[in-house]
């Protein structure tokens, strides 16, 4: 039997109980076996929820790209290491292999080091997906400084706050971006920002669309004359294992975005055996994970996992609409993409443009097929199914959360028998359990409740950046002793888990997370507005979209209501990004509170669900006769 490699079901189970009965020495196998270290550990495990403070192989010493890159050198220094697609098809791929790859990351480390950075330090990386993304990411990696990647399409102000509250010295960044037939200037988006940070010194700036940008002097440099002039060799800082690899910011349900800290050792540990194991992953294998590596999952399983396995990964900069619906399935073909990995939105995309898209393509290739970042609808599986994987390519719908970073609760293909709309079950380490209200965990089969993780695995977020407490309050106050998620789940008969969706005010929007309470900040500084209420409604092809409830200062008479509602969406673009507009604005003369003052979701989401028949009793609001208005006039 292999702890590493999983490949029929019973093997699962067998690997799954020893993983429960006794998870050190289940990791420290898996530890010892697969990666490379410049010291061993003292101690494997050591944790106390209630503090929370969570600590895996305390004592050993390693780097990891050492890991993902120089160990591979020998093996498979000319395997392709990175496959790089561009927007535009006709510019062609490049094929960075693994030596090249070392080169590239060596140079990059070397200027970074140059230009000041050091061990701890924070670095902002906010690029498109261009091979630059994934080699800044690794040189962060290589001298010990702490990468906090921003997702490319946030907006200067989200880029400024995340900035700021991990005081970031530097910011690696472009000209400018393609996204389909658009370019973005990204360099005018970090200026923007950066007129409200003071804790960055330098700006580098990578060529891609070409475009004239400003060039602050003694702050912004082009990147591509120090890569030239640096040494393509870079002696890797050695990590403790404890040591924080990157930072990576998630909305929360209230408050400022909340900066996510991931330790070296146990991240990449976890990260590449679940890649290894959710995707079946083989030697000459071709993997694409649709993703950008703005988001956790870019990060796990575009970078680190895939790479800690010495796979090839793609990195697709394009859109799945450019220069027609059929991109993603000209990829497969073309690279003959064994695994793909996308998100239900992107499914249900795809499916809405019909399947003579695909059926140009041969898609034979395909293996293991994968989903991620939102509940996927029995629809989207079978479309998938039968349309992409030919009903022979395995479905992982696979459930996890920046916070756990990597996959918790999914198939395991040819193992695990899939069911539509379920992650299934538990990845080894990992033991969830379902609450109920009173904070009694719910035993049994077909139950449901909120779901939680009772014992720590490796790569769980160790804290947030700057705010110990709110991590604990945030996802170890709910539930004694348990790591809270803040989804609901339900278990079948034969415990399967389907995650039913989020339990608190996270609202998914094709797959981003979004938390009400800055969207409802940046629509309050519209000067006519009173207040607001956002929630989610669900929408055929993004899952959820938002309805705002907006009650303004004056009855809104002599307004165009029109303008009012493009200036709204216009500031929530600025302060946050166009993924957070709003799909849906109704102007309300009130919206319904409890006696203490807080706006009562409940009713306004079973409104913007046209659920009103059971509101239940409203008889106790402060202000039961709004609740008739706005049903009257819901849109
Ligand atoms: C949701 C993405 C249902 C869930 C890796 C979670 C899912 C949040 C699934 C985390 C899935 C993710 N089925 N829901 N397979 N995967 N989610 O931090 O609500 O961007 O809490 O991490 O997405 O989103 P995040």
Same mark, same amino acid.
């Given at each position: 039997?292999?702890?590493?490699?999983?490949?029929?079901?019973?093997?699962?189970?067998?690997?799954?109980?020893?993983?429960?009965?006794?998870?050190?020495?289940?990791?420290?196998?898996?530890?010892?076996?697969?990666?490379?270290?410049?010291?061993?550990?003292?101690?494997?495990?050591?944790?106390?929820?209630?503090?929370?403070?969570?600590?895996?192989? %305390? $004592? *050993? !010493?390693?780097?990891?790209?050492?890991?993902?890159? #120089? +160990?591979?050198?020998?093996?498979?220094?000319?395997?392709? /290491?990175?496959?790089?697609?561009?927007?535009?098809?006709? %510019? $062609? *791929? !490049?094929?960075?292999?693994?030596?090249?790859?070392? #080169? +590239?990351?060596?140079?990059?480390?070397?200027?970074?080091? /140059?230009?000041?950075?050091?061990?701890?330090?924070?670095?902002?990386?906010?690029?498109?997906?261009?091979?630059?993304?994934?080699?800044?990411?690794?040189?962060?990696?290589?001298?010990?400084?702490?990468?906090?990647?921003?997702?490319?399409?946030?907006?200067?102000?989200?880029?400024?706050?995340?900035?700021?509250?991990?005081?970031?010295?530097?910011?690696?960044?472009?000209?400018?971006?393609?996204?389909?037939?658009?370019?973005?200037?990204?360099?005018?988006?970090?200026?923007?920002?950066?007129?409200?940070?003071?804790?960055?010194?330098?700006?580098?700036?990578?060529?891609?669309?070409?475009?004239?940008?400003?060039?602050?002097?003694?702050?912004?440099?082009?990147?591509?004359?120090?890569?030239?002039?640096?040494?393509?060799?870079?002696?890797?800082?050695?990590?403790?294992?404890?040591?924080?690899?990157?930072?990576?910011?998630?909305?929360?349900?209230?408050?400022?975005?909340?900066?996510?800290?991931?330790?070296?050792?146990?991240?990449?540990?976890?990260?590449?055996?679940?890649?290894?194991?959710?995707?079946?992953?083989?030697?000459?294998?071709?993997?694409?994970?649709?993703?950008?590596?703005?988001?956790?999952?870019?990060?796990?399983?575009?970078?680190?996992?895939?790479?800690?396995?010495?796979?090839?990964?793609?990195?697709?900069?394009?859109?799945?609409?450019?220069?027609?619906?059929?991109?993603?399935?000209?990829?497969?073909?073309?690279?003959?993409?064994?695994?793909?990995?996308?998100?239900?939105?992107?499914?249900?995309?795809?499916?809405?443009?019909?399947?003579?898209?695909?059926?140009?393509?041969?898609?034979?290739?395909?293996?293991?097929?994968?989903?991620?970042?939102?509940?996927?609808?029995?629809?989207?599986?079978?479309?998938?199914?039968?349309?992409?994987?030919?009903?022979?390519?395995?479905?992982?719908?696979?459930?996890?959360?920046?916070?756990?970073?990597?996959?918790?609760?999914?198939?395991?293909?040819?193992?695990?028998?899939?069911?539509?709309?379920?992650?299934?079950?538990?990845?080894?380490?990992?033991?969830?359990?379902?609450?109920?209200?009173?904070?009694?965990?719910?035993?049994?089969?077909?139950?449901?409740?909120?779901?939680?993780?009772?014992?720590?695995?490796?790569?769980?977020?160790?804290?947030?950046?700057?705010?110990?407490?709110?991590?604990?309050?945030?996802?170890?106050?709910?539930?004694?002793?348990?790591?809270?998620?803040?989804?609901?789940?339900?278990?079948?008969?034969?415990?399967?888990?389907?995650?039913?969706?989020?339990?608190?005010?996270?609202?998914?929007?094709?797959?981003?997370?979004?938390?009400?309470?800055?969207?409802?900040?940046?629509?309050?500084?519209?000067?006519?507005?009173?207040?607001?209420?956002?929630?989610?409604?669900?929408?055929?092809?993004?899952?959820?979209?938002?309805?705002?409830?907006?009650?303004?200062?004056?009855?809104?008479?002599?307004?165009?209501?029109?303008?009012?509602?493009?200036?709204?969406?216009?500031?929530?673009?600025?302060?946050?990004?166009?993924?957070?507009?709003?799909?849906?604005?109704?102007?309300?003369?009130?919206?319904?509170?409890?006696?203490?003052?807080?706006?009562?979701?409940?009713?306004?989401?079973?409104?913007?669900?046209?659920?009103?028949?059971?509101?239940?009793?409203?008889?106790?609001?402060?202000?039961?006769?709004?609740?008739?208005?706005?049903?009257?006039?819901?849109?």
């Amino acid at each position: 039997m292999s702890n590493y490699h999983i490949k029929h079901l019973e093997e699962y189970y067998q690997v799954y109980r020893k993983s429960v009965r006794n998870p050190e020495v289940f990791w420290e196998e898996i530890a010892e076996e697969h990666f490379m270290w410049r010291k061993k550990w003292n101690k494997i495990l050591s944790w106390d929820f209630s503090k929370p403070e969570v600590k895996w192989f %305390e $004592g *050993a !010493q390693l780097n990891i790209t050492e890991n993902c890159i #120089d +160990r591979h050198l020998y093996t498979r220094g000319d395997k392709t /290491a990175i496959l790089f697609e561009p927007n535009n098809p006709s %510019e $062609g *791929a !490049q094929h960075i292999t693994y030596k090249e790859l070392h #080169d +590239r990351v060596c140079r990059f480390s070397n200027v970074l080091k /140059a230009q000041g950075i050091r061990k701890g330090d924070r670095v902002c990386i906010y690029l498109p997906m261009i091979p630059e993304l994934a080699v800044s990411v690794l040189a962060c990696a290589r001298i010990g400084a702490i990468h906090s990647v921003v997702f490319a399409g946030f907006s200067a102000n989200a880029l400024a706050t995340r900035i700021n509250d991990s005081d970031c010295k530097m910011v690696i960044t472009s000209d400018g971006s393609y996204r389909g037939t658009k370019t973005i200037d990204l360099k005018g988006i970090v200026d923007d920002a950066l007129d409200n940070c003071s804790c960055v010194e330098t700006v580098l700036v990578a060529k891609r669309i070409h475009s004239e940008v400003n060039m602050k002097e003694d702050r912004d440099q082009w990147l591509q004359p120090l890569l030239d002039s640096a040494s393509p060799k870079c002696t890797p800082e050695i990590m403790d294992a404890e040591d924080s690899l990157f930072i990576l910011y998630t909305s929360g349900s209230t408050g400022q975005p909340k900066g996510m800290v991931h330790s070296t050792a146990g991240y990449m540990i976890y990260s590449a055996y679940t890649f290894k194991n959710v995707f079946q992953y083989k030697e000459d294998d071709v993997y694409w994970c649709t993703a950008d590596i703005g988001w956790i999952t870019g990060h796990s399983y575009i970078v680190y996992g895939p790479l800690a396995n010495g796979a090839t990964t793609v990195m697709f900069e394009g859109v799945p609409s450019y220069p027609d619906f059929g991109r993603f399935w000209d990829i497969v073909e073309k690279h003959k993409i064994t695994q793909f990995y996308t998100a239900p939105t992107a499914i249900r995309a795809l499916a809405k443009e019909g399947v003579e898209h695909l059926e140009k393509y041969d898609l034979s290739s395909l293996k293991v097929l994968g989903t991620v970042g939102e509940p996927i609808n029995e629809e989207a599986w079978h479309w998938y199914d039968d349309n992409v994987g030919k009903k022979k390519a395995p479905i992982v719908d696979t459930w996890w959360q920046t916070e756990t970073g990597g996959i918790m609760i999914t198939p395991i293909p040819f193992a695990t028998p899939t069911k539509p709309t379920y992650a299934t079950l538990p990845f080894p380490g990992i033991q969830p359990a379902l609450m109920d209200e009173n904070g009694n965990e719910i035993k049994g089969n077909q139950v449901d409740g909120r779901l939680c993780i009772k014992f720590p695995w490796p790569s769980m977020a160790r804290t947030i950046w700057g705010n110990h407490q709110r991590y604990k309050d945030t996802y170890f106050s709910a539930f004694e002793n348990m790591y809270f998620t803040g989804d609901g789940a339900l278990r079948d008969e034969v415990g399967y888990y389907r995650i039913t969706g989020r339990v608190d005010d996270v609202i998914i929007v094709s797959g981003h997370n979004l938390g009400t309470a800055p969207i409802e900040d940046a629509i309050n500084e519209h000067p006519a507005v009173a207040e607001s209420a956002i929630v989610g409604f669900p929408h055929e092809i993004k899952g959820n979209a938002l309805y705002g409830y907006i009650t303004l200062k004056d009855t809104g008479e002599g307004r165009n209501q029109d303008n009012v509602r493009k200036e709204i969406n216009q500031i929530i673009t600025e302060q946050i990004g166009p993924i957070a507009k709003l799909d849906t604005i109704q102007f309300t003369n009130g919206l319904p509170k409890t006696r203490s003052g807080k706006i009562m979701r409940r009713i306004l989401r079973k409104i913007a669900h046209k659920d009103a028949s059971n509101l239940g009793d409203i008889s106790t609001l402060l202000n039961p006769e709004v609740v008739q208005d706005i049903m009257d006039n819901a849109l």
